[in-house]
């Protein structure tokens, strides 16, 4: 069975930082690029950051760069979201997801496999 599992989100205070996991499992997860979403209250869900299978950085969202980074720990079938310096507009569900692509393609119908999701609160 395939599975993408994201854990780490929580609430934290402006200026704080959060790492959040994705735990992969049921695929070939270095043959896939792995990317971060996110969905605010009331909006789209839009793109944040990818890694691809060569490890390849690219950014999706302008607002994150320098605040957020990506890694990849093949050994563990994991990937992490670094967030630093965390403001309210980055709260919403961040979700990770995983397309065979080589390289991050940018369009959200590419990726194979979602995760469900987890909650960051971003406090004022």
């Known amino acids: 069975e395939v599975q993408l599992v994201e854990s780490g989100g929580g609430l934290v205070q402006a200026g704080g930082s959060l790492r959040l996991s994705c735990a992969a499992s049921?695929?070939?997860?270095?043959?896939?690029?792995v990317g971060w979403f996110r969905q605010a209250p009331g909006r789209e869900r839009e793109g944040v950051i990818c890694?691809?299978?060569?490890?390849?950085?690219?950014y999706y969202s302008d607002s994150v760069k320098g605040r957020f980074t990506i890694s990849s720990d093949n050994a563990k079938h994991t990937v992490y979201l670094q967030m630093n310096s965390l403001k309210p507009e980055d709260t919403g569900v961040y979700y990770c997801?995983?397309?065979?692509?080589?390289?991050?393609?940018?369009?959200?119908?590419?990726?194979?496999?979602w995760g469900q999701g987890t909650q960051v609160t971003v406090s004022s």
């Open positions: 997801a995983a397309e065979i692509f080589e390289y991050c393609s940018g369009h959200e119908y590419e990726y194979d496999y």
């Open positions: 049921g695929f070939t997860f270095d043959s896939y690029s």
């Open positions: 890694i691809s299978k060569s490890d390849g950085i690219t």
